[in-house]
Structures are given as C-alpha cells and as structure tokens.
C-alpha cells in the first residue's frame, strides 16, 4: 500500500480480525510531511486504529530521501511516527495498547548497523 489518503482512510474502516492473516504495509514517500498536510494525520489515525486491533502497521521508510520532512526529524521517520502513533493511542485510550508495537518497522536484511540504530525499541523497552 503506498500513503494515500484513500487507502489510510479505508484501513480506519477495518473491522476486528481474529485470524491475524492479514498484514498491511505501509510505504512512505517523501510527500508525507512531519507537519501540516493531510497525510500524516491520515496515517496517524490508521495506524492508531490497527494498533487498537492488535495488529500494526508495518511501516517501510526505505523510500525516502535523506530531504524528506520524515527523514529530518531527531530519531528519524521510524522514531518520529511511532512516538506519534504512541501518543496518539495514550490520548484516546488513557495507555498504550497493551503488547502491542505501535509500529512495525520494515528494515532490509542488508540494513547496516547504522540504520539498525534508529529502529525504535518495542513499547516498555529500554534503548540500548
């Protein structure tokens, strides 16, 4: 799934599932910006909503450019949206959804140690 209004807004219509065969990607590129715009809220929200189902998005950053409003905020897009996505669920649910990630970052095999690095740890993990 690329990040466009249509496909976030329909993922916020996705009814409980017990199965857990489904898993959604979501592929940003550079036209999502860290401020303004209808994007990130967009995606803000589907992500909040797929969390409250226990099943998170997984989220590919691996399109964006070192320019991207994403890619230029401290801790980078992964960081920066799952702590979006964290404070978003404490806002409406009072906590986090319970063992349940956020976020699923989606990092090549040949990811180096430092694009490792900004991997944000689970939710009640220590970074290390």
Avoid: C, Y
Avoid at 99 to 123: C, H, K, R, T, Y
Wanted: glycine share 8%; hydrophobic share 45%.
């Amino acid at each position: 799934m690329k990040s466009k209004m249509g496909e976030l807004e329909a993922l916020r219509q996705v009814p409980p599932r017990d199965d857990g065969r489904m898993t959604i990607v979501v592929e940003l590129s550079d036209s999502v910006t860290a401020e303004g715009g209808r994007l990130l809220p967009a995606l803000i929200r589907a992500a909040e909503h797929m969390a409250e189902l226990r099943q998170p998005l997984w989220i590919d950053a691996h399109l964006l450019s070192g320019a991207s409003p994403l890619s230029r905020q401290p801790g980078g897009p992964l960081e920066f949206l799952d702590n979006r996505i964290e404070a978003a669920l404490h806002g409406r649910l009072g906590l986090p959804a319970p063992g349940v990630p956020a976020l699923v970052p989606v990092v090549p095999a040949s990811a180096s140690d430092e694009q490792l690095a900004v991997i944000p740890p689970p939710a009640g993990a220590s970074a290390t």
